[in-house]
């Protein structure tokens, strides 16, 4: 299997190119700086476009979107029977925790309190620890409350749950999303995950693939998981992982206010999505069988991500409601 999409024009599912083109106007007038999209119903692609100088072999780092690969990793090793996301994160790690005792704090934190960002600290570790060891820091650096009780975004959790993917495989992270997913989908070779100072991938922030590569993992969640008859990624961990764990309401922009799940953000219209910093976004709404992915870097512009958003739900998605009723 090579190719596992095929590229139809936007009238066959009942959008007007028009849309797909004032979905870009919009963009420019609110001076986007995007740099790639591709919108996907079922396994096909209605649209798709890049920007000087990217193009479809671009390897683009996607920052956050690795956060829901790593939580996919977890639920796979969680099938195999060799983690629960009840158990304890210290039981992994012994080697990590300070001589003196851990806190209690850190010692009660679950893997799900990881995934659901629920951890004790307000902030991510590693950026504000001395050391080069980015797990340690997790597990040393002082928590600021119970595990559990507000949520956190807190990469360094993350950072955590790749080192215990690589632990309990002793397999990368990549190479073991390979061996159990993305080989079977044609993920390109050149991808990969950044590392830390002493080797552990970077699942938090780290991810480095195509708009491509990222909208087949996208299309396989807005697809309960499956492809070709083979369920690739856990059903039931899928549905809880893309499903409201953690209130967000408190979040600044209404996209970030649906919820969170574990490594996955919600999004309005029943939704959800992988949501890296400068407008790596891979939008999932399996209700519709629709999938929207962008890279871009917005990261100077602090309306950038809501107006990639925005341009979709007020120029596309009403076109989709539309098309869901024929």
């Not at 950072?159 to 080989?183: C, G, I, P, Q, T």
């Not at 512009?301 to 869901?324: C, H, L, R």
């Amino acid at each position: 299997m090579e190719e596992m999409f095929r590229n139809i024009i936007p009238e066959e599912v009942g959008i007007p190119s028009e849309a797909i083109l004032n979905f870009i106007k919009q963009l420019e007038e609110n001076k986007v700086n995007i740099h790639s999209f591709l919108m996907l119903h079922e396994d096909k692609i209605f649209a798709e476009g890049y920007w000087k100088s990217f193009n479809k072999d671009t390897q683009h780092r996607m920052y956050s979107v690795g956060k829901s690969f790593t939580s996919i990793a977890i639920g796979l090793l969680q099938s195999e029977g060799k983690i629960k996301i009840t158990d304890n994160i210290c039981d992994y790690f012994y080697d990590k925790l300070p001589v003196e005792g851990v806190n209690p704090y850190i010692a009660n934190t679950t893997i799900k309190n990881m995934l659901m960002m629920e951890t004790p600290h307000k902030s991510t570790t590693y950026k504000r620890y001395d050391g080069n060891d980015w797990v340690k820091s997790f597990f040393v650096v002082p928590p600021a409350y119970p595990p559990g009780t507000i949520f956190s975004y807190d990469t360094s959790a993350t950072h955590v749950l790749s080192a215990l993917v690589e632990r309990v495989s002793n397999k990368s992270l990549m190479d073991y999303l390979r061996e159990k997913l993305l080989n079977h989908i044609s993920f390109s070779k050149e991808a990969k995950f950044l590392v830390d100072p002493i080797g552990v991938s970077q699942g938090g922030s780290g991810l480095i693939c195509t708009t491509c590569d990222l909208a087949k993992v996208a299309y396989i969640c807005t697809n309960n998981g499956c492809y070709e008859d083979k369920q690739l990624i856990p059903l039931d961990y899928l549905k809880e992982a893309t499903s409201k764990q953690t209130d967000t309401s408190m979040q600044p922009v209404v996209d970030e206010k649906q919820g969170y799940g574990y490594q996955f953000w919600g999004s309005r219209n029943n939704g959800f999505a992988m949501y890296g910093m400068g407008g790596q976004l891979a939008v999932c709404l399996p209700q519709y069988k629709i999938t929207f992915v962008t890279t871009a870097n917005t990261l100077e512009d602090k309306n950038g991500v809501e107006n990639i958003y925005e341009a979709f739900w007020k120029q596309v998605y009403p076109y989709i409601i539309k098309t869901s009723l024929n």
